[in-house]
């Protein structure tokens, strides 16, 4: 039940930064990107750590080649913290799968 109200919080501050990012003078094609994130973000039957990851991986290639405004840039640096702590125990989980499965 906890980590249930840590993810709706965090679901909502997110949300809170989209709307925000929705209202800067961003360039169409991010306007629209923003725009189907949020729409995501709003319906309750998608699983929101996917969805930030997802995003996150669709913005990638454009920080990579600095093509992001900078509103979007910043927000795309908070979402990759973000999604590093609702990753927390993958590794370690490879890890120790590894070592139960040997080859």
Known sequence: MENRKKE????SA????VNY???QDLPVK???LI???RLKLLDNRNYFPKLALDFEKKLTPLAINQKLSKPLA???LSLT???KTHQTGTGLS?????????R
């Open 35 to 37: 725009q189907q994130f």
């Open 81 to 83: 913290k973000l999604n």
């Open 74 to 76: 910043e927000f795309y």
């Open 8 to 11: 709706d919080i965090t679901k």
């Open 14 to 17: 997110l949300l809170d930064e």
């Open 21 to 23: 990012l929705l209202t």
């Open 30 to 32: 991010e306007y629209a």
């Open 94 to 102: 490879y890890i120790l799968s590894s070592l139960f499965n040997p």
